[in-house]
Each structure stands twice: as structure tokens, then as C-alpha cells.
């Protein structure tokens, strides 16, 4: 589960998308710069680690492009 925006730190946040969605150096087993439209996570979730977004919210809009 995503640490909510309310109990975390920008920090924990950010970590959080690292572990996720880091990247495993195979782009034909893993698909997530393809999901992401070839932009790093951090970036994608920006709004999410800043603490403007919540992580559902921000990952709503991102499979609704």
C-alpha cells in the first residue's frame, strides 16, 4: 500500500515509487515504460511525492491517458 499523503514524509513517498516501479532492465519482460509513455515514475508521480495527490489518484489519471 502507498503511504497516504497525510502520514508520510516527501521522502518515504518518493521511496516508495522507487521500490515500486524501478526499473529491471529488460523492456520486453517488464512493459513499465510503456505504461509510464517512456517518462521516469518519479516524474509521473511528481504530483504524489509533493504531496498534492494522493498515489490512487495520480495512478487514475495515468491509465486513463
Do not use: W
Not at 522507487?18 to 523492456?27: A, P, S, T, V
Not at 498534492?52 to 491509465?63: C, G, H, I, N, P
Amino acid at each position: 500500500m502507498a503511504p497516504k499523503v497525510s502520514n508520510s514524509t516527501k521522502e518515504e513517498r518518493r521511496a516508495f515509487i522507487q521500490e515500486k516501479y524501478h526499473c529491471i532492465n529488460d523492456c520486453d519482460m517488464c512493459g513499465l515504460c510503456v505504461f509510464f509513455h517512456h517518462k521516469d515514475p518519479e516524474l509521473v508521480f511528481e504530483d504524489y511525492i509533493e504531496g498534492v495527490s494522493e498515489f490512487d489518484a495520480v495512478l487514475a489519471k495515468v491509465r486513463n491517458l
